[in-house]
């Protein structure tokens, strides 16, 4: 049996990366594969069904709380799945998604994550930065700078304060050029 192919999209905040997924994810609906979306449950902006985007596009998805859930509820098996969709990679817990990824990709499963690649701060994410080092496939797409509209490669916090995972969406971050962005 043929491995799995690993791809990963990852950018700052609106640059498109879970609309990028969901191009993904029609395109494979369109080839009759059987696919399985999932989620963080931290990630409830817009819905707890749904991945959607920051212009509204919607697919169902399951909200993860933990792996062994996800693997209670579904048979994530090469007969059940041909593709696994990640969305918001960077808020699932880094050590079970990157164990349970490689078992999906041994079984001969495709998996496609999105999420953040750094935080407001400039850090990487740890979760999405390993799915990186993993990858088949890398897609790193770009926002534009909501003060001078070039490219932007960093989320700006429009907030000071407040720990690392603070989810949210324009009413507390934007994306920023690096000459208009500072850590927060």
């Known amino acids: 049996m043929q491995r799995g192919i690993l791809e990963t999209i990852v950018g700052a905040m609106f640059a498109g990366k879970t609309s990028e997924l969901l191009k993904r994810i029609l395109w494979a609906e369109h080839q009759d594969k059987k696919i399985i979306v999932f989620k963080p449950l931290i990630d409830n902006r817009y819905s707890n069904e749904n991945i959607v985007t920051h212009n509204n596009l919607t697919h169902k998805c399951y909200a993860i709380k933990t792996w062994t859930n996800v693997l209670k509820k579904y048979d994530i098996s090469k007969k059940k799945t041909d593709v696994v969709f990640l969305d ?3 808020f699932m817990k880094t050590q079970t998604t990157l164990q349970n990824v490689e078992i ?24 999405s930065s390993m799915l990186l080092g993993l990858s088949d496939k890398i897609t790193k797409i770009y926002g534009f700078c909501n003060i001078c509209g070039n490219e932007a490669t960093k989320t700006y916090r429009k907030i000071k304060g407040g720990g690392r995972t603070k989810v949210g969406s324009t009413d507390i971050y934007e994306p920023r050029c690096l000459k208009h962005w500072r850590p927060r």
Do not use: F, H
């Open 104 to 127: 999906m990709l041994n079984s001969g499963i495709n998996v496609v994550c999105a999420g953040l690649d750094q935080d407001s701060r400039g850090k990487p994410w740890e979760t």
């Open 88 to 90: 918001e990679v960077q």
